[in-house]
């Protein structure tokens, strides 16, 4: 079929918006437990092959043995940024003994990605699938802190003193009984990073 310049002007302009459309979108990724979405496209495929590794092996570690397939892939939304501070969030629904709506946020240096913030978003994934709860969140918190780099994990001690010496800690007996974060919330990670640590040297984990 002949087309005319003018609607091949507008044909080639389509495809040119769908083309910008899908870059903007960046690029999804999707393997048996996670669909990941980002910018780049190998990346994508890289996240997602450490998430898988990560799920296995922090599940073994944790649990002493590998969990199953979850019925519903956990969706993973990274923001590569060098200037971005490095952070994640994980998000699930519980109900009756079940857990729904596997939602996961990560972002920062490339690096700090792959050797904290997903193991430690991961850590929580793990947690709520097999507790099938909300967890205390000194528990959380500190058995996710324990999986980070060990330059993170020396920054989460050296804080806890620093949180002591300053006033700033939690009395144990409040910090059980915590359900919610509240305002300042690194005595909490770093007395959790503490009492879980200890419990992985008894364990031996």
Not at 53 to 77: E, F, M, N, V, Y
Not at 137 to 155: F, H, I, S
Not at 180 to 204: I, K, N, V
């Amino acid at each position: 079929m002949k087309m005319s310049k003018k609607m091949g002007a507008r044909v080639f302009q389509a495809a040119l918006s769908t083309a910008v459309l899908a870059a903007c979108m960046g690029a999804r990724y999707q393997s048996a437990n996670f669909v990941v979405d980002t910018a780049d496209p190998k990346l994508a495929v890289q996240i997602a092959k450490a998430a898988e590794k990560l799920r296995h092996d922090l599940a073994i570690g944790w649990l002493g043995a590998a969990i199953s397939d979850w019925p519903q892939a956990c969706t993973i939304t990274v923001h590569v940024d060098p200037q971005l501070e490095a952070g994640g969030a994980t998000t699930s629904v519980y109900n009756h003994g079940e857990v729904f709506v596997w939602r996961m946020t990560i972002q920062g240096p490339v690096e700090r990605i792959f050797d904290s913030v997903l193991p430690h978003e991961i850590t929580h994934a793990i947690f709520a699938s097999h507790f099938r709860q909300q967890l205390p969140r000194w528990a959380d918190e500190g058995g996710a802190t324990n999986v980070e780099l060990a330059c993170q994990k020396a920054k989460y001690r050296e804080m806890l003193l620093k949180g002591l010496r300053s006033g700033r800690g939690i009395d144990f007996d409040r910090m059980f009984a915590m359900t919610e974060y509240r305002a300042d919330m690194m005595p909490l990670y770093t007395q959790g990073y503490w009492l879980t640590s200890s419990f992985r040297q008894c364990t031996l984990f």
